[in-house]
């Protein structure tokens, strides 16, 4: 894990999982690699196109929903918020 991208988001979902805010199965490093390599996606997206950023992130967030509790209100608001935090730097 190189990036600071990288090494923030592993920070956060090792915070989120120690909390109980999601569940112990998700692998943290995994999971922070794989969301920087959605951004790294978008990103290229980006540069050719005009890729759907708000759709991607709310895929996403469901995603990690999946990984939480699918009754919970406050988890997509919450993912979406550490997507768009990740994103902006």
């Known amino acids: 894990m190189a990036s600071s991208t990288s090494r923030e988001a592993l920070e956060k979902l090792l915070q989120m999982r120690a909390s109980g805010y999601i569940r112990s199965w998700v692998r943290p490093h995994a ?17 050719y196109g005009e890729p759907d950023i708000d759709g991607v992130i709310d895929q996403v ?29």
Not at 83 to 88: C, F, G, S, V
């Open 31 to 47: 999971m922070a690699e794989l969301l920087v390599s959605i951004g790294n996606g978008v990103a290229t997206h980006a540069h």
């Open 61 to 89: 967030a469901l995603l990690l929903l999946a990984a939480r509790d699918q009754k919970s209100k406050v988890w997509p608001t919450a993912a979406r918020a550490l997507l768009k935090q990740m994103r902006t730097g």
